[in-house]
């Protein structure tokens, strides 16, 4: 038992103190030591509460997630428990048997909340349903779970606690009949740091609500700005900078990498997917990061520069970049006239759009503005086409409405209230008139997109609305050169 569940369970009996009368008190007292040592006064429930500690050793296997780790033949399990355990998976390709196994390692983000472990599954072969459990002998096993290798993907962000549930529900759906393989939140995803006194317990109430997708296929994160943070003012210093992200998540390279989960770059399929941090480590970033996570500008041109190479670029003809706060969003907040205006839209294009049209980046996928959108190819804030048949520049699709609201959650009463770029009452948040980049946007509604890459040269992107699970918008984008 950590001490925030110690604190928590000390919270319960101080509430049930006020409400028993001396009779029940002290029948309860006989049947219940909590209640006895509750009635010796406040040092004998802390006698108690020790001793619990003590004995007490809580490694059940929780939240369970999957992500890539840049070798298609390889697949990082993570998960948590609340006392230490050892890091063990163990995996095979028939249910309940599982030939083979690895040890990971395992850390605390913070003293006292929590063990989280990863491993990793090596060895893979292609298009195979592997059968896994994680944790080890003396702590536990979890249940057993399965994952399958195939190169679909779905996307979607802002997702939070509240609010998602239908998109959850969509999501597993679409994946049980194999029309997603894996997720990638873009960034903004528990909210913990919205819940003053419950940050721990919101991260964990978040991973077990994405268990059902998160245990069977990838999940994929990059870091928004409520990554940044907690402000629960007990643990808040420790644990600015992202590091609960950095803790909880492990992303490809992040385990050796002075960057971490900030950003990163895989491979898979025909595709090198560039996850970049639009919160840190760039000029007029949104968070200064004090050069923890190094210079993120020369590493993403280093990356795209062999990324963009002859023999790399004919192997993987697609570049796609995941970040979370858009370059170009016709919201109100971002952009006025078809110029971005956002402090941190300019700094973002002024560090990267360069970069991303030398390097024949293909598309951008984005978060933050609780809306969905899908741009035109654009540069220097003009469309240079309609066509997504060979686009000359790259262009960007926003879906940050997979279910926070945009102002504070516990005052949204319906969906329509809460997003941004609303018709009725919040119309006028979207720029008008229409920027000539902007093709398609839509805040009616929480949503998810669905990515397919059929090859080298084709891609196809629908997006989704949750209600009806209708589709919204779709686009298929072609090319025939690199
Ligand atoms: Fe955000």
Request: with cysteine; hydrophobic share 30%.
């Amino acid at each position: 038992m950590k001490l925030y569940e110690l604190r928590r369970r000390l919270t319960v009996v101080a509430a049930l103190r006020g409400k028993l009368s001396p009779a029940n008190a002290n029948e309860t007292s006989q049947a219940n030591p909590v209640f006895y040592c509750k009635m010796k006064g406040l040092s004998c429930l802390l006698l108690f509460a020790c001793v619990s500690f003590c004995l007490a050793s809580d490694t059940e296997v929780r939240y369970v997630h999957l992500a890539l780790t840049g070798n298609t033949t390889e697949m990082s399990v993570g998960w948590y428990t609340e006392d230490a355990s050892k890091s063990t998976v163990r995996w095979g390709d028939k249910p309940g048997d599982y030939p083979f196994s690895a040890v990971g390692t395992s850390s605390e983000w913070h003293n006292d909340y929590g063990y989280n472990h990863f491993a990793t599954i090596i060895n893979l072969r292609p298009n195979t349903r592997y059968y896994y459990v994680c944790g080890d002998a003396s702590g536990g096993w979890s249940r057993e779970f399965s994952f399958k290798s195939a190169p679909v993907k779905g996307i979607y962000g802002d997702m939070g606690t509240e609010n998602s549930q239908k998109t959850i529900d969509r999501v597993s759906a679409k994946m049980q009949n194999g029309e997603i393989d894996w997720i990638y939140h873009v960034g903004d995803i528990s909210y913990a740091d919205k819940h003053y006194f419950n940050f721990q317990k919101t991260w964990n109430s978040w991973f077990n609500s994405i268990q059902s997708i998160s245990a069977s296929a990838p999940y994929m994160v990059c870091p928004g700005n409520h990554e940044y943070e907690a402000y629960n003012p007990f643990i808040m210093l420790q644990s600015r900078n992202f590091v609960v992200y950095n803790a909880r998540f492990r992303m490809p390279q992040s385990a050796n990498s002075s960057h971490q989960n900030m950003y990163y770059s895989f491979d898979y399929g025909p595709v090198h997917f560039l996850s970049i941090s639009t919160e840190t480590s760039f000029d007029g970033a949104p968070f200064d990061d004090d050069h923890k996570f190094a210079d993120q500008v020369a590493w993403v041109t280093e990356d795209l520069r062999v990324a963009n190479l002859p023999e790399n670029r004919k192997q993987r003809p697609w570049i796609f970049v995941i970040g979370h706060r858009p370059m170009y969003s016709s919201c109100d907040e971002y952009s006025s006239k078809g110029v971005p205006t956002s402090k941190s839209s300019v700094a973002i294009q002024k560090s990267f759009e360069d970069l991303f049209n030398k390097f024949k980046v293909d598309v951008l996928f984005n978060g933050h503005v609780h809306s969905y959108e899908r741009n035109y190819p654009a540069y220097k804030n003009k469309r240079t086409g309609t066509s997504y048949v060979n686009p000359k520049n790259p262009f960007n699709i926003i879906t940050g409405c997979a279910g926070v609201s945009h102002r504070n959650q516990r005052d949204m009463s319906s969906c329509e209230q809460s997003l941004e770029g609303l018709k009725n009452e919040h119309e006028t948040k979207w720029d008008l008139p229409q920027p000539e980049w902007s093709a398609h946007r839509y805040g009616s509604d929480y949503g998810y997109g669905i990515l397919t890459v059929t090859n080298g040269t084709h891609l196809d992107w629908k997006f989704y609305r949750v209600s009806d699970d209708g589709l919204e918008d779709s686009v298929v984008v072609q090319k025939s050169f690199v």
